[in-house]
């Protein structure tokens, strides 16, 4: 990580900065994890003599199949999140909010990254969103002491990292 010449304030909050995306990555990796074990449990436990072609209720198996399909489809989805996070490699400050930000707000720590609704890093909460997200669409190239409505809420930008 680079971090030379910089203030400490501003080292301090690309440490944060750094281990907020680190937290939120091994969450998303253990979260694939348990996903992908539980996908493979139930793969083993399907029955193909239970598949029953004729009858329109679906049988116990077919409607496991189901589920199988839909947790990859969850699966898929976790494995891009969990790419992006470990192709982020550029710690900059930075002065707008914009993608990999860290924002502080009078709501919470915001990480524009994947989204999740709250993880830990180290003792302070955060909230991840896409650049997908209304929140997000509300907050970028905003700089701190600006201050943007969500549904009729405030949001005062404190900081952008």
Known sequence: MYLVGLGMSTKEE???????FEALLQHKQKEYERLSEFQKEQ??????????????????TENLMREVRVEGSNLDKLKEQIEFLEQYKSFQNRDTVGPATLVKTNIG???VAVP?????????????????SPV???????????AV??????????SVV
């Open 43 to 60: 793969l083993d436990s399907i029955n193909g003599d239970d598949l029953d072609k004729s009858d329109t209720m679906e049988s116990p």
């Open 109 to 111: 720590n915001l990480l």
């Open 136 to 146: 997000y669409e509300k907050l970028e190239g905003k700089k701190a002491g600006e």
């Open 116 to 132: 999740e609704q709250e993880f830990k890093a180290g003792s302070k909460n955060y909230t991840a969103i896409s650049t997908r």
């Open 14 to 20: 690309l440490q944060e900065k750094y281990e907020a």
């Open 149 to 158: 409505n969500v549904n009729g809420q405030s949001i005062q930008i404190q």
